[in-house]
């Protein structure tokens, strides 16, 4: 997923709440909320549990390990920027915490990834952010 000329920093819009996540990353660890009403964990960042709806959380720091829900490999760019990656896989990563993310798969070595498969949180640099990306161990 890397070696691109893709200015990802012209797709991402930081906000306030999302300013600690990508200042998490960039330092080289993945933070998450979790809601001190309910213990709901969650990514990405919002104002509010997605789960109860109240604005009192805390930012932790995940472990980095993680299993696959899900994925799916695109052939076929969704939009003309992403043209040279094709074949790329997208996948549903959820943290040992709780937390589901959206994400890449690293590693995969020609083989498929399977369901539960676990992960390893490595942070990689492209196109001007630092990105959340799992690696199959």
Known sequence: MSGTDLDLTSLITE?????P???ALRAGRLDFQ??????NAWLPPREECPRCLEADWAWETASGHGRVISWVVYHVAPNQMFASRVPYNVAIVELDEGPRLITNLLGD???SPRIEAPVQLEIQEEGGLAMARFRLV
């Open 34 to 39: 979790r809601c001190r009403a309910c213990g």
């Open 15 to 19: 906000t306030p709440v999302s300013v």
């Open 21 to 23: 996540y990508w200042a």
């Open 109 to 111: 070595d020609g083989r």
